[in-house]
């Protein structure tokens, strides 16, 4: 059987196949909390047999929001809406995921934004208020407190997004990190955010944390891939990593210099076999040969699709009819693959 279709077994739990839903904000959540439409949407990927479902960046604060619509868990009375979201999924066998998320300067919601420094994303965004070194403590212990919330709601698998140039990836990059104190300069430095974060989700969790990162900040100043390596390998981040999400860019205004079909597989296995921590690739995977072929080349473990999931719900049931692999199925969807 192709591995696309085969289970992969990480710390406590087992996911039954290499699909990844890709954390995906559908900014349609007025007051931050799940509503029908979440509730439908992830849960009809579920039926449609994605292995793993990852809910949309959902911030640990109100001014860490992209949008005035994201989806929140800042505080308790989140985790109801999330623990029946959890419910739906699971029904259908996925297993569940949440991205945890602040958007630093790149928060576009009503709110005043803040970040490691006074630098605005771009001429039209708010320049963000530089946060003192007890707003810095207080923002790390909101990321714990709501991985607590998240595990409470039942989730099987935490994400923290340090990718696409929000608040992690902010202190990341030197782009975006001009600090001079403890969390800024040198790598280590600036790692630390990211670091005190894993370090106090795992005072209380041993279960399965994915790291989202952006392996190139596609600028010779920025974030490069051999950074991340070096990164990975302290001993402190490498133990309580399961699976680093490789994306690229998005700290600067900037594209990709060179988009093409699986445009990021490389930083995937350069990470991959420079750190040993298994990886999941993203973008343009849409084809269903192409994403099983990065899994068999052995350039990920994981394949996380963002926008052929949006198009194509039933992709991991098309995949395995167009590729011949007889998977599980929905006994109710059974009768439409035979
Ligand atoms: C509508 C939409 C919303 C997105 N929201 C997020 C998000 O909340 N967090 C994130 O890390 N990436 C987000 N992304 C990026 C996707 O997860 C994915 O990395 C990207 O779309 C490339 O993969 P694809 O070619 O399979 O779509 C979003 C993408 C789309 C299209």
Request: charged content about 25%; overall charge negative.
């Given at each position: 059987?192709?591995?696309?279709?085969?289970?992969?077994?990480?710390?406590?739990?087992?996911?039954?196949?290499?699909?990844?839903?890709?954390?995906?904000?559908?900014?349609?959540?007025?007051?931050a909390k799940?509503?029908?439409?979440?509730?439908?949407?992830?849960?009809?990927?579920?039926?449609?047999?994605?292995?793993?479902?990852?809910?949309?960046?959902?911030?640990?604060?109100?001014?860490?929001?992209?949008?005035?619509?994201?989806?929140g868990?800042w505080d308790d009375s989140f985790i109801a809406g999330?623990?029946?979201?959890?419910?739906?999924?699971?029904?259908?066998?996925?297993?569940?995921?949440?991205?945890?998320?602040?958007?630093?300067?790149?928060?576009?919601?009503?709110?005043?934004?803040?970040?490691?420094?006074?630098?605005?994303?771009?001429?039209?965004?708010?320049?963000?208020?530089?946060?003192?070194?007890?707003?810095?403590?207080?923002?790390?212990?909101?990321?714990?407190?709501?991985?607590?919330?998240?595990?409470?709601?039942?989730?099987?698998?935490?994400?923290?997004?340090?990718?696409?140039?929000?608040?992690?990836?902010?202190?990341?990059?030197?782009?975006?990190?001009?600090?001079?104190?403890?969390?800024?300069?040198?790598?280590?430095?600036?790692?630390?955010?990211?670091?005190?974060?894993?370090?106090?989700?795992?005072?209380?969790?041993?279960?399965?944390?994915?790291?989202?990162?952006?392996?190139?900040?596609?600028?010779?100043?920025?974030?490069?891939?051999?950074?991340?390596?070096?990164?990975?390998?302290?001993?402190?981040?490498?133990?309580?990593?399961?699976?680093?999400?490789?994306?690229?860019?998005?700290?600067?205004?900037?594209?990709?210099?060179?988009?093409?079909?699986?445009?990021?597989?490389?930083?995937?296995?350069?990470?991959?076999?420079?750190?040993?921590?298994?990886?999941?690739?993203?973008?343009?995977?849409?084809?269903?040969?192409?994403?099983?072929?990065?899994?068999?080349?052995?350039?990920?473990?994981?394949?996380?699709?963002?926008?052929?999931?949006?198009?194509?719900?039933?992709?991991?049931?098309?995949?395995?009819?167009?590729?011949?692999?007889?998977?599980?199925?929905?006994?109710?969807?059974?009768?439409?693959?035979?």
């Amino acid at each position: 059987m192709k591995k696309l279709f085969t289970p992969l077994s990480i710390r406590n739990i087992e996911i039954k196949n290499r699909v990844v839903m890709s954390p995906m904000c559908m900014f349609i959540a007025g007051d931050a909390k799940v509503n029908d439409f979440h509730i439908m949407h992830y849960a009809s990927r579920a039926l449609a047999q994605v292995g793993l479902i990852v809910i949309e960046a959902t911030s640990i604060s109100p001014e860490g929001r992209i949008s005035d619509n994201d989806l929140g868990i800042w505080d308790d009375s989140f985790i109801a809406g999330l623990k029946i979201l959890n419910e739906k999924m699971h029904t259908y066998g996925a297993k569940t995921c949440i991205q945890l998320g602040h958007a630093g300067r790149k928060a576009l919601n009503s709110m005043p934004s803040v970040a490691p420094s006074a630098i605005a994303f771009n001429e039209t965004s708010k320049i963000p208020h530089e946060l003192s070194i007890d707003e810095v403590k207080e923002i790390i212990k909101k990321f714990i407190a709501s991985a607590k919330r998240a595990i409470d709601a039942g989730f099987d698998c935490l994400e923290l997004h340090a990718a696409h140039g929000y608040l992690i990836n902010q202190f990341l990059s030197p782009l975006t990190n001009k600090r001079t104190d403890e969390y800024g300069g040198s790598i280590e430095n600036r790692v630390s955010f990211l670091k005190e974060i894993i370090l106090g989700i795992r005072e209380f969790y041993d279960g399965v944390l994915f790291v989202r990162i952006s392996a190139t900040d596609y600028d010779e100043n920025g974030m490069h891939t051999s950074d991340y390596i070096k990164i990975f390998n302290d001993e402190e981040i490498k133990s309580n990593i399961d699976l680093i999400d490789v994306s690229t860019g998005g700290i600067l205004e900037i594209k990709p210099p060179n988009i093409f079909e699986g445009y990021q597989v490389q930083f995937s296995e350069e990470i991959k076999n420079n750190t040993n921590i298994p990886t999941g690739a993203v973008g343009l995977l849409g084809d269903y040969n192409f994403a099983s072929n990065v899994l068999e080349k052995n350039q990920a473990d994981l394949i996380f699709l963002g926008r052929p999931l949006l198009t194509d719900p039933h992709w991991v049931m098309n995949a395995a009819k167009q590729m011949g692999e007889k998977i599980e199925m929905p006994k109710v969807y059974e009768r439409g693959y035979l």
